[in-house]
């Protein structure tokens, strides 16, 4: 209730005539504001900002307009609107905000709501599946998430999460809750023993992802919009902090934030900035951290001792912009793909800076890289979004081993510690529906399948013992295809609505080299 409220103090505090300046304005305030917010910063729907609605096409926001959308609270427009209106009402909701909005801590504490104290959570599970062999799969369709028991391999519940839900939910380090993030900001925490919500909280207006301190108390949640990053307390989703995005004048979107488990630390990537930050999250953070902040201090004058500042930022210079980030199990490396294209550059995070470049092709997804023991080394593997190439890069030394030629760009590589294979996706061309298995050790493709001829097939997760792999059939009518990862067989398939990732709790607390963390 009480963002509702929040909502309704912002509509009726908004002066009339600054949104009613023109026709297609007094449209949007009359049809559009009570949902999404008298400047568009979304409310019980969406926000209506350019940076929310990259991934539709000026044609499907027509169409949504008009038609409303399924399985939301969305409703048509076409008896109420000509076809001019809802151009102009298109072009409305895709032309920038004069000024990069705000969302404090403030709206912040106002959106947060916990609707369990944790201490009455039962202490354990009221389900009788393996705790640790949960899944938890996105379903895109309906904006639904389904806990999936991995043994039995079927569905032990399913709930309504935010719209627009995108990256790896992540887990508490024991387990018990996950955490979810959505496009719009919110990001909902859920109980795996009771399967019940416990808080959720809307920490930005356009979000990119979270992560979880690998102590269990902290959440930080990276932010397109505002350019900020955001600390929540892990037990009940409560804003801590908002740390504005900045360097002297400049302030920066920020791509994603990542935890660096053996450092106690953050790793965060900036879209706007040559820097890579490092936010230590407990006094137990690497001593190099402590020191490089000291030293940080120094130059900036700044003379607080680490223990009084808690999230202070260490900054890597750099000479490029580094998104979409991959770490060597250490965390004493970094892999970033270079905003140019065409290669990945290697930032030491102890000595904080690049040390290697690795010559790789089109646009490498590195955060869906994995790793495998190769030849006395290790060796990660990266599918690419441009390019159907899969490239292998030795570790010790930086340089590509193997470029893997596939059915086409894909988004996400899988693999276990059990199986021979990488399975990799290739969504994003023509073959999209097919899968293509790679062997691990002669670093070729082996097999490729087609879980359903024609439907784009492609998050792939294995469950914990590596036994079964789960495919992503990724349409309405979608399902989720089950194989036996050495036989190969489909053995199940469960019908899922565009369901998109699946995350298995045992393979991410543990940290498997075949998924991503
Ligand atoms: Fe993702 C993870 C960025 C488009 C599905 N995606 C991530 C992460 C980042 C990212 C930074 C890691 C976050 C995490 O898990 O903590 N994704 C981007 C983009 O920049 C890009 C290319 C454009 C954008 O619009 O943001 C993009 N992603 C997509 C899609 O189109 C996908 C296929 C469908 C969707 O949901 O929007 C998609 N991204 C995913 C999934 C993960 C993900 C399923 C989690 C992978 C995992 O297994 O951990």
Redo the contacts with the bound molecule.
Sequence with gaps: MRRYRLLLAALLLWPMSAYAATPVDGLYQQHCASCHHAERLGGSGPALLPENL??LSPQKVEQVIRDGRAATQMPGFATQLTDEQIQQLTALVRSPLPQIPTWDMAAMTESHQLFIDRRQLPEQPVHHADPLNLFIV?E?GDHHATILDGDRLESIHRFATPI???????FSPDGRFVFI?S?NGWIMQFDLYSLQVVAQVRAGINT????ISDDGTTVMV?NYLPHTLVVLDAHDLRPRKVIPVTHQQHSSRV????TAAPRHSFIV?LKDLQQVWEIPYSNQAKPVITALVHDYRAESGEDLPIDKTPFPIRRIHLNNYL??FFFDASYTHLLGASRDGGRGEVVHLDVGRPIASVDLPGLP?L??GITWPWRGTTVMATPN?KEPVVSIIDMKSWQVVQRIATAGPG??L?SHEQTPYAWVDA?LSSEKDKIQLIDKETLTVAHTLQPIPGKPA??V?FTRDGRFALVSI?SADGALVIYDAHTLTEVKRLPMNMP??K?NVANKINRSSG???
């Design positions: 990259t991934r996105i895109q627009a839900v995108h990256g790896g939910p992540k993030a496009r990119r992802n979270l992560a990276a791509s994603a934030v990542y990537a998104d979409d997804h955060g869906s979004l988004f996400f899988r969504s492609s998050h997760e990724q998109s990732g995350y998924t991503s963390h």
